[in-house]
């Protein structure tokens, strides 16, 4: 389990437009934010992610760097590239089992007759300092009730404008 306030596992991924994500080598101003979606099979994550998307302005605006990632291999994060309307929300790819459980993320494996992969991890979303700690954590087992962006910017405008710290730090 991520201990709030503590430092986070690196993370080193290939992204959907011929790049790479290094968690370690971001700078953000205030954070960097990781939304952990199911994959393409998942119709809740494809509405979540476009909502979110159409709003990165409001998160970048407030010195928040946004990172979408998924355990989908490289042709499956391709068609959520490709076919859902995420504007320019980075999409990172094929996170392994063993880092996917190292940020404490939930695990299933496919339904029969779906067109899920084997193995998928579950939503988490998580806003990191640029010193790579932990700020704040949501992690899920089911793909529903998703944290709402305009609460989640209230939360981060509150933290920013008023230096209000990190919370849960005695977990």
């Known amino acids: ?28 101003d205030a954070f960097t934010m990781l939304v952990f ?11 979540y992610l476009q909502e979110l998307g159409g709003r990165l302005d409001d998160f970048t605006q407030r010195g928040v760097n946004v990172f979408s990632i998924s355990m989908d291999e490289a042709d499956r994060a391709q068609v959520a590239h490709e076919e859902w309307e995420t504007h320019d929300l980075p999409i990172a790819h094929s996170l392994n089992e063993e880092t996917a459980r190292k940020w404490g993320l939930y695990i ?15 939503p988490g979303l998580f806003l990191i300092k640029p010193d790579m700690t932990l700020h704040f ?14 609460e989640l910017i209230k939360g981060i405008d509150h933290t920013l404008n008023n230096g209000y710290p990190t919370r849960g730090t005695l977990t």
């Open 137 to 150: 954590a949501v992690v899920q087992n089911a793909p529903f009730t998703r944290p709402s962006l305009d």
């Open 108 to 122: 299933s494996e496919k339904r029969a007759d779906s067109d899920e992969p084997d193995k998928f991890s579950e």
């Open 1 to 28: 389990m991520l201990k709030p306030g503590q430092p986070v596992p690196d993370l080193d991924l290939p992204l959907t437009i011929d790049a790479r994500f290094e968690l370690s080598k971001q700078s953000p």
């Open 37 to 47: 979606y199911r994959g393409k099979h998942c119709p809740i994550c494809k509405s």
